[in-house]
């Protein structure tokens, strides 16, 4: 069977499926985006964020508000969280009013957050302790906001496919363009970190270029049309560069996250030297310092110029 053959047989699934229901957890960027869209696709969503304002407009186009995670979760054949890092996702999921001790039985557990690696593997022993009979899916995205908002991200899925069933897959075909099975759980957390880290160094060599550019007094909108067509024209960089010359730093991704990003992309690599990596996380920090936290990535070439 092809891949479209596979795509259209998950999708008849997910239409005959789609009676069922999907609560999400956190509503950031990322999180109501993906809301958004399984609402727009026709499942029932329940939602709840710790700031519940973020909520408003999902509801007016049918999503159910929840008061607490252990609301929204209840009677949900999947479950998504999407939260800043592991003390967040362990108190939603475990704390008081906590989404695990109600989920039902062989409900799917998908974290989509960016977590780390031993991060996540604490997550998924805690869950296989209190409750074996739930389907823990690691599924970290490759993708910011305008991706997630168009449905376009990579998911870096884990954990038991089989298990999972067609219903995961079907949400996953509603959130991303493409979804990679990389074995047990875990190994999303794993392939995600490899995959910022590579983001990073090349956002900190886009702000380099285009200051080293300014320089010789050439515009990012020249330099990329010296680039466009060629080998070294990667896409991401014609919308930094763009960000950069408009001065428009609104977050794709923030700053303070790509600096929790490096930090957990080097406790991944332990004892390997990964320099470069490390001199970037120690200028993000600063420019977090500095008042550019909630600024987009690009918003490095800033802190760059201002220096």
Not at 157 to 174: K, L, N, P, Q
Request: glycine letters at 10%; hydrophobic letters at 45%.
């Amino acid at each position: 069977m092809s891949q479209g053959e596979q795509a259209e047989q998950r999708e008849q699934a997910g239409q005959s499926e789609r009676q069922g229901s999907v609560a999400v957890l956190g509503l950031g960027a990322m999180g109501h985006a993906f809301a958004a869209n399984l609402v727009a696709a026709g499942y029932r969503v329940s939602v709840w964020n710790r700031s519940p304002g973020k909520a408003n407009d999902l509801a007016d186009k049918g999503a159910r508000l929840a008061n607490s995670p252990a609301e929204a979760v209840a009677g949900c054949q999947a479950v998504i969280t999407m939260l800043p890092d592991l003390d967040v996702t362990r108190e939603v999921l475990m704390g008081h009013d906590g989404a695990l001790g109600a989920m039902q039985s062989e409900a799917a557990l998908i974290q989509m957050g960016t977590l780390g690696v031993v991060e996540t593997e604490r997550l998924i022993e805690g869950v296989a302790a209190a409750r074996p009979d739930i389907v823990f899916i690691d599924a970290p995205v490759s993708g910011t906001k305008a991706p997630a908002q168009q449905g376009s991200v990579t998911i870096l899925a884990s954990g038991d496919r089989a298990r999972a069933g067609d219903f995961v897959e079907a949400i996953f075909d509603v959130l991303g363009q493409q979804t990679h099975w990389l074995g047990e759980a875990g190994q999303g957390a794993r392939m995600k970190v490899v995959v910022n880290a590579w983001l990073i160094a090349m956002m900190q060599g886009i702000a380099e270029t285009a200051r080293l550019a300014d320089t010789q007094g050439i515009d990012p909108e020249t330099l990329w049309s010296v680039l466009e067509g060629g080998p070294l024209a990667v896409p991401y960089m014609k919308g930094k560069l763009d960000a950069i010359e408009s001065r428009n730093f609104d977050p794709q991704m923030a700053l303070q996250w790509g600096l929790k990003d490096a930090g957990l992309a080097l406790e991944a690599g332990k004892n390997t030297p990964l320099p470069s990596l490390s001199q970037i996380r120690n200028l993000w920090a600063d420019a977090v310092d500095d008042g550019y936290a909630e600024q987009d990535i690009a918003a490095i070439y800033a802190y760059l110029e201002k220096r």
